[in-house]
């Protein structure tokens, strides 16, 4: 069986840098907490209303090709992954397609919902399709607007003040060297604790999760006997339950046990361990947590890729993001064994495996 490799990576950022202290302006933090809290100083917002996850995702692939050496309608199919999408349905997979001007070729368009994991996951699609012959040039790419839709008030200060905007994209090939591409993949999920850190409404739930688990359901929805249904309801739209929400500690503590747990799963699939390993590119959630990985894992700083500072969590986004970084800053060359890992909502993790080159 053939083995696939990226062949170009590219990423995006918009312009416009937004600081700790801008969000100090507008609802109830302060810098201090941000940076000892998250490691982040700043992060980047799109231009309302010009840019989208779609066109973000865009101008990232348009560098991803140049650099496999092809052109956006050489792509044979796409993986989208993203928890921000520019509309409910369809996904941005299509979007993407049409933005790049692929429509002449009834490629495959699929968009996967995985969050934080989204990209491994999409990379791991990708690499069957290619290891089996099916596709020759596939676009895997993970792209967030996420200031689009975050609360600004102080109300929504635990989750906001983490999350950036930003794509990042890949282009898998197969690989002419055996000795060369993705070595392993691993992915995992418990929806046990779907709800940790969620974006539940609009949706067409009713409730009926929270029932199950015994919280409260009363959304405010219209008695069961009213004729169509509505996804929001005006209780959501006054109390805000339509942005994300984290229990941030919960969340952390499976983080930090998940992401070992499944890099280790990894490098035993490939027969070796973190003594081997180059390169980490860590999904970008918290840099307490890359940390406590780093140091589990016996890395240097050197050997760990974090940019939260600058970009914040970038969710699907983050992973192509850093690689792209890390791989234009010269720190992973040809043969470099380089490992991505991903823990996040649903609970979702991933890692991924490669031998770079
Ligand atoms: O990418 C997907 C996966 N996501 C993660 O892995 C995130 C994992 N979790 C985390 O990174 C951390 O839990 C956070 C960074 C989200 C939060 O840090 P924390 O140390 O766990 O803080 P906390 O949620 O326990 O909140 C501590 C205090 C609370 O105040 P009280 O109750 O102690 O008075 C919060 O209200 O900090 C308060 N707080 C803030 N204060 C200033 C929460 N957000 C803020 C804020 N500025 N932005």
Known sequence: MLRSKIAGIGYYVPERVVKNGDLVQIMDTTDEWIQE????????????????????????????????????????????????PDYYFPGCGVLVQRELGITHREVGALDVRNQCSGFVYALSVADQFVRTGTYKNVLVVGSEMHSMGLDF??????????????????????????????????????????????????????????????E???????????????????????????????????????????????????????????????????????????????????????????NIQRFGNTTAASIPIALCEAWEAGKIKDGDLVCLAAFGSGFTWASALLRWG
């Open 37 to 84: 809290r998250t490691g982040i100083q700043e992060r980047r917002y799109g231009r309302k209303h010009e840019e989208t996850t779609t066109t973000m995702a865009a101008a990232a692939t348009r560098i991803a090709c140049e650099r496999a050496g092809i052109r956006p309608e050489d792509i044979d199919f796409i993986i989208f992954a993203t928890l921000s």
């Open 153 to 214: 008030s102080t109300r929504g200060r635990n989750v906001t003040v983490i999350f950036g905007d930003g794509a990042g994209a890949a282009i898998l090939q197969p690989s002419d060297n055996p000795e060369r591409g993705i070595l392993a993949t691993k992915l995992h999920s418990d929806g046990t604790y779907a709800e940790k850190l969620a974006f539940i409404n609009p949706g067409c739930h009713g409730g009926y999760h929270m029932r199950k688990l015994g």
């Open 216 to 306: 409260e359901a009363d959304l405010g929805y219209p008695p069961v006997e009213t004729p169509g249904e509505i996804f929001f309801t005006p209780r959501m739209l006054q109390e805000g339950l339509y942005y994300p929400n984290m229990e941030g500690q919960f969340v952390f503590k499976m983080a930090v046990q998940k992401f070992p747990e499944v890099i280790f799963e990894a490098l035993q699939a490939a027969g070796l361990t973190s003594a081997d390993l180059d390169m980490l590119i860590p999904h970008q959630a918290n840099l307490r947590i890359s940390q406590f990985v780093q140091k589990k894992l016996g890395l240097r700083d050197d050997q760990v890729w974090n």
